[in-house]
């Protein structure tokens, strides 16, 4: 859905020509809500960031930004309008592992307004995952009325780090 509403048909079908056609068959039944193998969507997001990226996957944290907040608004938004940033993250990473098979999250809150995650165990090392989950994290704080989100990732496997440490913080 991103990819249709930034680049147009034309551009989601540049994007799926890249790929094989097992992948675009697993990509083509994708429902909202659903438990999928991850091989798949990660090639998806080289082929989108080698299609129309730059090379730093910031195409991939505004896709993953963009699927917080259009799941977040459309799904959850009545139930989410009185939650706060901090109980949502709290949430969701207690839910990981109804759509990971690996990996778990650590979070505390060392100050209003912040959080520090870590994902620790996680057999994905792929910074196009990295780059998706640092934007739906964003999304997440701005579905629940952070504003001026800034998500840092100051540790991350992909640079031979030991597990993913992100630094999450909004204004009021």
């Known amino acids: 859905m991103f990819t249709q509403r930034q680049f ?3 551009g989601l079908e540049k994007v799926l020509a890249e790929l094989s056609a097992d992948d ?9 809500i659903g438990w999928y193998p991850v ?16 090379g730093d996957f910031s195409l991939c944290t505004s896709a993953g930004r963009f699927s917080a907040t259009w799941s977040m608004n459309t799904v959850l938004k009545v139930f989410l309008r009185f939650k706060s940033p901090t109980w949502l993250i ?9 759509y990971h098979d690996t990996g778990s999250w650590q979070v505390g809150s060392p100050a209003s307004h912040r959080l520090v995650g870590t994902l620790s165990n996680f057999a994905v ?6 780059a998706r989950l640092r934007g739906w994290l964003q999304g997440a704080i701005e579905a629940t009325g ?12 992909c640079r031979g780090n030991e597990h993913c440490m992100f630094t999450l913080s909004w204004g009021a």
């Open 90 to 98: 709290d949430k969701a990473t207690r839910v990981w592992d109804r």
């Open 24 to 32: 675009r068959r697993v990509l083509g039944s994708i429902q909202a």
């Open 125 to 130: 090392k792929d910074v196009a995952f990295c």
């Open 39 to 54: 091989e798949p969507v990660l090639r998806y997001h080289h082929a989108l960031e080698r299609v129309f990226g730059t």
């Open 146 to 157: 952070g504003q001026n989100s800034n998500i840092v990732e100051t540790r991350c496997v």
């Open 8 to 10: 147009g048909a034309a």
